[in-house]
């Protein structure tokens, strides 16, 4: 762990058991941003035939571990499982829906 990071521990929204701990670094907003900024060159000089098959595996890659996904959103937030099946396989079928246009 780096030294401007802290690790946080998490409930379980629904039990309030202990669920984990996860780092916080203040610093990932922005590298994500950085990271974000400098991928959009390479992926917009992709050809869009590339693309559609990196959106479609992706939006595949979701629905395969949609349960994983499931159970991590009702863990961490506590909203209801019906609830979080539907963004998670919202997230999926909006991949692949993109990977169709």
Known sequence: MLAHEVERDFPNRTSFAHAG?????????????????????????????????????????????????????????GKPHAEAEGEVMGAGYWLMGAASL
């Open 21 to 77: 701990v996860v780092p916080q670094d203040v610093d990932v907003p922005t590298r994500a941003i950085a990271a974000a900024r400098a991928a959009f060159p390479g992926w917009a000089a992709t050809p869009i035939a590339e693309r559609k098959t990196a959106l479609n595996a992706m939006g595949q890659a979701v629905m395969a571990h949609a349960d994983e996904f499931k159970r991590l959103l009702t863990s961490e937030q």
